[in-house]
């Protein structure tokens, strides 16, 4: 059965069951277009085929017996290499954790495992999920499939490449301002970031530990839907999960014939946004409103301060975070050094890439005497303000319908040495970090190179059910999602 590698994870489910094809064929049919293309690509960090098609193997004894874990066994699903699976690399995209191996699994690792998922490498990120592009990787820059000169979108762009490339049938990412989101929408695939505390973050390397949030790359809204409902749950080694009932999510795809009430904020349509982008947003929201939605203008009046926000906070604690790779423990140690306090330094320096300084720089600044009440302090007020912007707005509607990202994927090397450009790509992203919120990127569309843009659906709190299936609903109705890159 010729690319197995680009059907979607809830049609494989169904082949797999019925014995059509077995897990160790898909499997390696992944690693057989993995090889083809990941030259071209560059997705993976590290991958151990044999790890896999044992595990695939597994899958299909217990498929044999009877015992299947449900819709994912035997399904090869990627994971960002910030999260941890027990023996294997989690370098963080970092030189300072080149030959750092994980000695615990994360809890969405587990999650994975017990649900009989093919555990499928290790995907290239920007330094310790701080990059809106993939280019801050220490190891490697990933390229765009609809266009190796572009970028994929970060930190999780070898996450979003990696399913669009058909290298993952599914993949496994971090949003802290945008970074599932925003490679979404730039590779043309769907990514949900949940709502802050659905999914343990046990095990999850942390860059800001208010804002980090775990969640799933797939083709389709389905497959988010799959993926979501293995890895949610409330983990008590995490203090900031919450104990929530999880619905079936994939059941629940089917209220799309709802009548939502839609909003639009007005600050999201602002000079900004791209025109070919805007038009695709501007169709999607007709899609809802031709169909029984009513559409509403709301606002959103802190929208312009949330990138500000969001690089005093993330900053500050990533300030903190990485406070803990000091040479000594278990990051790189210099062999340069002299003393204990040299070796904190030189071991730092050598380490840690330009953008990860930068931020540390940043953090430590508003963090220090005397600008704490000034930065910090006022930052997190700001914060307040741009939740209650958005529970404002829910107090009108179902959820809100925005650009993912104001243009589309940009070419490698331009934004570079612009890091305020850079920073301002996540502009309609960041605010739902802020807000704990959820937001799902669905393709809709692309502009006149071929390249693919996302419509974002920002949900309540907990109501992912709700946001999957308005984008289940427009997914349904047109077929961008069942077109592919041609590498």
Same mark, same amino acid.
């Given at each position: 059965?010729?690319?197995?590698?680009?059907?979607?994870?809830?049609?494989?489910?169904?082949?797999?069951?019925?014995?059509?094809?077995?897990?160790?064929?898909?499997?390696?049919?992944?690693?057989?277009?993995?090889?083809?293309?990941?030259?071209?690509?560059?997705?993976?960090?590290?991958?151990?085929?044999?790890?896999?098609?044992?595990?695939?193997?597994?899958?299909?004894?217990?498929?044999?017996?009877?015992?299947?874990?449900?819709?994912?066994?035997?399904?090869?699903?990627?994971?960002?290499?910030?999260?941890?699976?027990?023996?294997?690399?989690?370098?963080?995209?970092?030189?300072?954790?080149?030959?750092?191996?994980?000695?615990?699994?994360?809890?969405?690792?587990?999650?994975?495992?017990?649900?009989?998922?093919?555990?499928?490498?290790?995907?290239?990120?920007?330094?310790?999920?701080?990059?809106?592009?993939?280019?801050?990787?220490?190891?490697?820059?990933?390229?765009?499939?609809?266009?190796?000169?572009?970028?994929?979108?970060?930190?999780?762009?070898?996450?979003?490449?990696?399913?669009?490339?058909?290298?993952?049938?599914?993949?496994?990412?971090?949003?802290?301002?945008?970074?599932?989101?925003?490679?979404?929408?730039?590779?043309?695939?769907?990514?949900?970031?949940?709502?802050?505390?659905?999914?343990?973050?046990?095990?999850?390397?942390?860059?800001?530990?208010?804002?980090?949030?775990?969640?799933?790359?797939?083709? *389709?809204?389905?497959?988010? #839907?799959?993926? +979501?409902? !293995?890895?949610?749950?409330?983990?008590?080694?995490?203090?900031?999960? /919450? %104990?929530?009932?999880?619905?079936?999510?994939?059941?629940?795809?089917?209220?799309?014939?709802?009548?939502?009430?839609?909003?639009?904020?007005?600050?999201?349509?602002?000079?900004?946004?791209?025109?070919?982008?805007?038009?695709?947003?501007?169709?999607?929201?007709?899609?809802?409103?031709?169909?029984?939605?009513?559409?509403?203008?709301?606002?959103?009046?802190?929208?312009?301060?949330?990138?500000?926000?969001?690089?005093?906070?993330?900053?500050?604690?990533?300030?903190?975070?990485?406070?803990?790779?000091?040479?000594?423990?278990?990051?790189?140690?210099?062999?340069?050094?002299?003393?204990?306090?040299?070796?904190?330094?030189?071991?730092?320096?050598?380490?840690?890439?330009?953008?990860?300084?930068?931020?540390?720089?940043?953090?430590?600044?508003?963090?220090? *005497?005397?600008?704490?009440? #000034?930065?910090? +302090?006022? !930052?997190?007020?700001?914060?307040?303000?741009?939740?209650?912007?958005? /529970? %404002?707005?829910?107090?009108?509607?179902?959820?809100?319908?925005?650009?993912?990202?104001?243009?589309?994927?940009?070419?490698?090397?331009?934004?570079?040495?612009?890091?305020?450009?850079?920073?301002?790509?996540?502009?309609?992203?960041?605010?739902?970090?802020?807000?704990?919120?959820?937001?799902?990127?669905?393709?809709?569309?692309?502009?006149?190179?071929?390249?693919?843009?996302?419509?974002?659906?920002?949900?309540?709190?907990?109501?992912?059910?709700?946001?999957?299936?308005?984008?289940?609903?427009?997914?349904?109705?047109?077929?961008?999602?069942?077109?592919?890159?041609?590498?």
């Amino acid at each position: 059965m010729s690319d197995l590698f680009y059907k979607t994870a809830g049609e494989l489910s169904g082949l797999l069951v019925k014995r059509e094809i077995s897990s160790w064929d898909l499997t390696q049919a992944v690693i057989e277009r993995t090889k083809a293309v990941e030259t071209k690509v560059n997705a993976f960090l590290s991958y151990n085929e044999a790890a896999a098609l044992k595990q695939a193997k597994n899958s299909d004894e217990r498929i044999a017996r009877g015992e299947s874990r449900g819709p994912l066994e035997g399904i090869p699903v990627g994971l960002k290499d910030i999260i941890a699976v027990n023996g294997e690399q989690l370098s963080c995209g970092s030189k300072i954790l080149e030959k750092f191996n994980s000695p615990y699994d994360a809890t969405s690792a587990i999650n994975l495992k017990n649900a009989g998922a093919v555990l499928w490498g290790r995907l290239n990120m920007d330094e310790f999920a701080m990059g809106s592009s993939t280019e801050n990787s220490a190891y490697q820059v990933t390229s765009n499939p609809w266009d190796i000169e572009r970028i994929p979108g970060g930190s999780s762009g070898g996450s979003a490449a990696s399913v669009a490339a058909g290298e993952a049938i599914l993949s496994i990412g971090s949003d802290t301002g945008g970074s599932i989101r925003q490679p979404a929408s730039f590779c043309g695939v769907v990514g949900l970031k949940p709502t802050y505390g659905l999914i343990s973050r046990y095990g999850l390397v942390a860059y800001a530990s208010s804002l980090d949030q775990i969640g799933p790359f797939a083709r *389709s809204v389905e497959d988010v #839907a799959i993926l +979501l409902q !293995a890895i949610a749950s409330h983990d008590r080694l995490d203090s900031t999960s /919450i %104990k929530v009932d999880i619905p079936d999510y994939r059941t629940v795809l089917k209220q799309e014939d709802r009548r939502w009430k839609l909003g639009v904020p007005t600050e999201y349509f602002s000079d900004g946004l791209d025109k070919e982008v805007g038009v695709a947003i501007e169709n999607a929201i007709k899609f809802f409103e031709n169909n029984g939605c009513e559409i509403v203008n709301v606002s959103l009046p802190h929208t312009e301060l949330a990138v500000p926000v969001y690089y005093i906070i993330a900053t500050a604690e990533a300030s903190s975070n990485l406070a803990r790779y000091d040479g000594i423990r278990y990051s790189h140690r210099s062999d340069r050094a002299i003393d204990s306090i040299d070796l904190y330094f030189k071991s730092r320096a050598e380490g840690f890439g330009e953008e990860v300084k930068r931020r540390i720089i940043l953090g430590t600044y508003v963090l220090s *005497s005397g600008y704490y009440d #000034a930065y910090y +302090l006022r !930052a997190q007020k700001v914060r307040t303000l741009i939740r209650q912007d958005f /529970i %404002k707005s829910f107090e009108k509607v179902d959820a809100l319908l925005t650009p993912t990202s104001p243009t589309v994927a940009f070419k490698i090397g331009e934004r570079s040495e612009d890091p305020l450009s850079m920073y301002l790509s996540d502009i309609y992203t960041i605010s739902l970090n802020l807000a704990g919120l959820p937001g799902i990127s669905v393709p809709c569309g692309f502009n006149s190179d071929k390249m693919p843009i996302g419509l974002q659906v920002i949900g309540k709190p907990y109501c992912e059910a709700e946001i999957l299936a308005i984008a289940h609903k427009f997914e349904r109705s047109h077929d961008f999602y069942k077109e592919h890159p041609k590498l």
